[in-house]
């Protein structure tokens, strides 16, 4: 890695790309002792995608379903 003229701290691709660092994204450092640990934060989007399933249609209306059956609400 590589420090700038005005403390920029330059890594490489590989770096980021292990670390989930974009370009735009936003970072959190810390400083234990004499180390400084940056880590990404992630993004919205990023949060979403992580939460969202996939589903086919037919997996969508069987828990539907279900779920409506321990409701007691299925069928009303």
Do not use: F
């Not at 989930?20 to 450092?29: E, R, S, T």
Request: hydrophobic fraction near 30%; charged fraction near 40%; proline fraction near 4%.
């Amino acid at each position: 890695m590589k420090v700038g003229k005005k403390g920029e701290i330059y890594t490489s691709k590989e770096l980021r790309e292990k670390t989930g660092i974009k370009p735009g994204g936003l970072v959190k450092a810390t400083v234990e002792g004499r180390k400084l640990i940056i880590e990404a934060i992630p993004s919205i989007e990023d949060l979403v995608k992580e939460a969202v399933a996939e589903l086919t249609p037919e997996e969508a209306e069987r828990l539907s379903e279900e779920t409506q059956r321990e409701e007691g609400v299925y069928g009303q």
